[in-house]
C-alpha cells in the first residue's frame, strides 16, 4: 500500500484532538472530540464549521482556446460564464457515463479554474493533458500547492469578514474574488456542500496555517468528514463513487440540468443523447424512511418483497428525526408508475417502508 498523503494542516487535527483515517489517498479528520454530531449541529443550527478540504485536486487551465477546450471537455456551457462565476458540470467519456463532477471557475476569457475530486485528480489530469492536445491551451495541475478550506454556516460571513480585504456581502451565490485573507491571497468563493451559506476559500500552502487557526481564534468549529458527509445527504448532493461513476450517465443520475446537449459536441454528448432519447432503465431517487432504521449505502430497496435497487447514500437526518436514502432503482419504480408500488428499504432483514420525497431532504439556506 502507498503512504497516505498529509494536507499543510494535518498537524492542527491533531492537536485539535482530530481521528484520522485513510480518505481518498489522504489522512483525513473524521471527527473531533465533540463527535460528528455535535459538529453537524454547528453547521446546521447557528454556527460556523471549517473543513480542510484540501485533498481536492486543482486545475488550472490557461490559453487563446480555453473557452473551446472546456466546451468539448466539460458537459455544462462555460461560455455563459462571466469573470467570478463558478459553475457545476463534470467530465464524461465516450460513453457518456462520469470520469468526475467538477467547478469550473471563470478567471478571464483566456484562463479557467477547475476544482476536481480527490481520487479522481490524477484520471482527471491525464484525461485533461490527452484532450489539451487539441487545443492551443494549457493544462496545470496546481493540486500540491493549494489548500482549500471550507467556513460553513449562518455565522460564516461574521466571522470571515474581519479577516478579509473585500466586502464578502458583495461576493453573491456561485461567485468568487480574491482577496487577501490574513495577508495571504486567496480565492474566495460563495459556494460549499453543505446546504448552508458560506465560503470555500483557494489558499497557497504556506498560508494555510494562519487563516485556519484565525478563524478558529474567531470561532469556527473544525469540522471532519462523517459530519460533512450527513450535511451533504440531507442535501441530496451527488458524490462521486456513490451516486455517480462510470457506471452512469446524467440521465440517470438526474443531472441533466448541467449537461448542455444543445451548445454544440462535447465528450460524450452522444451517448448522453442517445440515453435520453431511449430513456435510462433505472434513475436516482430520494427516499424518506417511515418506519424506525437507519439506512446505509449498499442496502437494498424493496418493492413487493423483492429487491429492486440499492442504497447508494444513507443517514438518520438528525433535523427530520428520520432515516433519508438516495438509491437507484428501475425507472417505473422511481416514478411510481407500477400499481400498488410501495417500496422499503431492508435493514437488518427488516422491510423498513418508506417514501419517495424530492431533494433536498431539508430547506437549504444558501444565499442566493
Not at 453537524?40 to 473551446?68: N, W
Request: aromatic share 8%; charged share 25%.
Amino acid at each position: 500500500m502507498s503512504e497516505l498523503a498529509r494536507t499543510p494542516l494535518y498537524e492542527a487535527h491533531i492537536e485539535l484532538g482530530g481521528r484520522m483515517v485513510p480518505f481518498a489517498g489522504f489522512e483525513m479528520p473524521v471527527q473531533y472530540k465533540a463527535g460528528a454530531l455535535q459538529e453537524y449541529k454547528v453547521v446546521r443550527e447557528g454556527g460556523a464549521g471549517l473543513f480542510d478540504i484540501s485533498h481536492m485536486g486543482q486545475v488550472r487551465v490557461t490559453g487563446p482556446e480555453a473557452i473551446d477546450f472546456l466546451q468539448y471537455v466539460t458537459t455544462n456551457d462555460v461560455s455563459r460564464l462571466a469573470d467570478g462565476q463558478v459553475q457545476y458540470s463534470a467530465l464524461l467519456n465516450d460513453q457518456g457515463t462520469f470520469i468526475d463532477d467538477i467547478t469550473t471557475y471563470r478567471m478571464g476569457e483566456t484562463e479557467f479554474y477547475l476544482c476536481i475530486n480527490a481520487a479522481n485528480r490524477h484520471k482527471d489530469v491525464a484525461h485533461l493533458e490527452a484532450q489539451a492536445a487539441r487545443f492551443d491551451v494549457t493544462v496545470s495541475d496546481e493540486s500540491d500547492d493549494t489548500t482549500l478550506l471550507a467556513l460553513q454556516g449562518e455565522t460564516a460571513q461574521a466571522l470571515l469578514q474581519p479577516l478579509a480585504d473585500i466586502d464578502l456581502e458583495s461576493v453573491g451565490y456561485y461567485r468568487f474574488a480574491t482577496a487577501v485573507i490574513c495577508s495571504a491571497q486567496a480565492i474566495v468563493s460563495r459556494t460549499g456542500y453543505t446546504g448552508e451559506d458560506g465560503f470555500e476559500l483557494y489558499l497557497s500552502n504556506d498560508a494555510a496555517g494562519d487563516v485556519w487557526n484565525s478563524l478558529i481564534g474567531a470561532g469556527a468549529q473544525p469540522i471532519g468528514l462523517a459530519a460533512r458527509d450527513m450535511l451533504r445527504t440531507e442535501m441530496g448532493y451527488a458524490l462521486y463513487g456513490h451516486e455517480i461513476s462510470d457506471a452512469v450517465t446524467p440521465v440517470e443520475a438526474k443531472l441533466m440540468w448541467i449537461t448542455k446537449l444543445e451548445k454544440g459536441d462535447f465528450i460524450g454528448r452522444d451517448a448522453v443523447a442517445a440515453r435520453k432519447a431511449e430513456g435510462g432503465s433505472r434513475q436516482l431517487v430520494a427516499l424518506k424512511l417511515t418506519g424506525r432504521g437507519i439506512p446505509r449505502e449498499h442496502y437494498g430497496v424493496l418493492a413487493g418483497g423483492e429487491r429492486i435497487g440499492e442504497i447508494t447514500s444513507g443517514m438518520h437526518s438528525p433535523l427530520l428525526g428520520c432515516g433519508v436514502a438516495l438509491a437507484y432503482v428501475p425507472t417505473a419504480h422511481a416514478i411510481g408508475s407500477v400499481d400498488g408500488d410501495e417500496l422499503a428499504v431492508e435493514i437488518r432483514s427488516r422491510a423498513v417502508a418508506c417514501e419517495r420525497v424530492k431533494t433536498p431532504f431539508v430547506r437549504s439556506r444558501v444565499r442566493k
